[in-house]
């Protein structure tokens, strides 16, 4: 008798969890959910990587790709403002590896990983920073930990770059790093050491 009590209690726990389990699942809960925004729903900054060969030098990057909906970016965003350091993307901070030595109109970055952090300037004059401290959030910039400025190269005036992008390219004897968001774009030239 303890036995077939035990077996229907059973029966109707299993019939109970079954019926649960459907009805969660149904609804998108339980076995749907997912971190950051649900199923289905996009990241709002999914991070990016890419690799570019340039003059025998392997150069890695990977980000964070806010998009602008809508917003006004540049002098807009309470964390870019003009003369504040950005970023350089979204939430953790933008790292850049290079296998050889590279030279930025004279400022030497050696081989090595490191992140990127861009000085925003009003006139335009904006700087590229290589910094020495990696794997931190993209708000803990710590200006003790520059490895060089480098002058980069904007213009305002372009189409609009929906989710911001970064892009490694080969140029005359070397390459170019090139940041584009909104109507921006901002290079920084390099050579291969």
């Not at 970016?73 to 030595?101: C, P, Q, Y």
């Not at 990983?113 to 009003?122: D, V």
């Not at 520059?146 to 770059?161: S, Y």
């Amino acid at each position: 008798m303890t036995i077939s009590r035990s077996l229907v209690r059973g029966a109707f726990a299993l019939a109970a969890v079954s019926v649960f389990s459907v009805s969660a699942t149904a609804q998108g809960g339980m076995g749907g959910m997912q971190m950051g925004g649900g199923r289905g729903q996009a990241p709002a900054s999914p991070r990016d990587s890419l690799t570019a060969n340039v003059s025998g030098a392997e150069i890695k990057v990977n980000y964070g790709r806010p998009s602008k909906r809508g917003r006004v970016i540049f002098n807009g965003l309470n964390d870019m403002k003009w003369g504040m350091v950005w970023r350089t993307g979204a939430n953790e901070a933008t790292h850049f590896t290079t296998s050889k030595a590279l030279d930025f109109g004279g400022k030497s970055v050696p081989a090595g990983t490191y992140t990127l952090f861009t000085q925003l300037e009003a006139n335009g004059k904006w700087e590229l920073i290589v910094n020495k401290q990696t794997k931190q959030w993209g708000t803990a910039y710590d200006k003790a930990q520059d490895l060089v400025r480098i002058p980069m190269t904007v213009t305002d005036k372009n189409a609009v770059v929906e989710k911001m992008e970064i892009q490694v390219k080969p140029a005359g004897k070397g390459g170019e790093i090139i940041v584009m968001w909104d109507t921006y774009k901002a290079v920084a030239g390099f050579a291969v050491k």
